[in-house]
């Protein structure tokens, strides 16, 4: 039997330190809050969107920093198994728009108790309010370096076969994510890519973002432009807020500007971002479109035949930004004023000058460097018996379910293979 111990009481944490115990191993699980799933909880809205129900070779192509690397954890533990699991511990799912997949009740507190309940009938040890301060090793008769012990924040050192770095990234900090994996890493001499912030919203240029804040667009489009280049094209909801935009799509095209090309073109403010409101139609079916409202309402205020096409609160915007009066008339509008409006309804030019924080950041960019991790194991290349999983890796993928998803596979993968290595 081996003693392996788990940092870091998360998604990956809980998942390592279940698969970790099917040996009938001594597995401890190091959790520096209150309790473990604390930003289990409030992802997807506190619905937790626990992963995506595509096929798993499609899933793939929604990882966006070393997809290859993530192969074989996705094939050891799948979407599928995810579920499966959900199911045994007696918690329903249900599949919606994008594949995405939720507990029936809409509530993450039933994906946690589910851990929690399959580490308790495991023998997985939770200890709560323990905070690991640093990683103890020792070299072997071969002069390889390997895991000893952990030191704890009150002095004690709790020695151990194997040990699993699950403790997430800098996101959501609140729930104690402050990097302390990534300290861990450098001190076990592992790169780390400077970690960033993912999945985040977008801080725009134009002020009048915030007259249309609260406001939600589904099925529109957008296009990402460095100059002339698109970078990035979209379909989905679209959110205003106080400082700029958000929603899922957003949120998604966030993850294209890691790169470092349009790092550098957000620094430069050569970013434009153009909003499609109207994608289902084509030039000529909005001009047509157009011709039968004016057709129809020639006597009424161009305004109130626009709350036939756009959301009440968007209408003096958009005016404002084709530069008509509200007050107009539609039998006063010019050929030329109404092929100004099809066109911004088609593309309405917005800026992008930079990204909130990681406060907002729902995933982090960046992490251990997946070049010295064992793709098959998760085990490190540069000190036998430590292994990582999850966020803390330089790994990340689109919102959708995909995340925790990775999460999943590489807490499970790091798990297995921590249980059965020789010692």
Known sequence: MKKIIVVGGGAAGMMAAISASSKNNQVLLFEKNEKPGKKLFITGKGRCNVTNACPMDELHTHVITNPKFLYSAFHSFTNRDMISFLEKEGVRTKVERGQRVFPVSDHSSDIIRALKAACVRA??????????TGIETERNKEDIPCFKGVRLKDGRMIAGHSLIIATGGYSYRSTGSTGDGYRFARDLG???KEPEPSLVPFVMKEAWCKDLMGLSLKNV????????KKIYEGFGEFLFTHFGVSGPLVLTASTRLGTAKAAKALKQGSLKLLLDLKPALDEEQLEKRFLREFDTWRNKN????LDQMLPRKMVPVFLGLAE???????????????????GLMKSVPM???GVRGFDEAIITRGGVSVREIDPGTMESKRVRNVYFAGEVLDVDAETGGYNLQIAWSTGYTAGVSAGRESL
Request: glycine share 4%.
């Open 123 to 132: 023998g997985v040890e939770i200890c709560c309010y323990t905070e690991v």
């Open 190 to 192: 592992h790169s780390v």
């Open 221 to 228: 489009a957008i296009q990402i432009k460095d100059g002339k």
């Open 302 to 305: 161009i305004s109130n035949v």
């Open 324 to 342: 008509i009066p509200a007050d107009k008339k539609v039998r006063d509008i010019s050929r030329q004023e109404r092929r100004r409006m099809e």
């Open 351 to 353: 800026h992008i000058t």
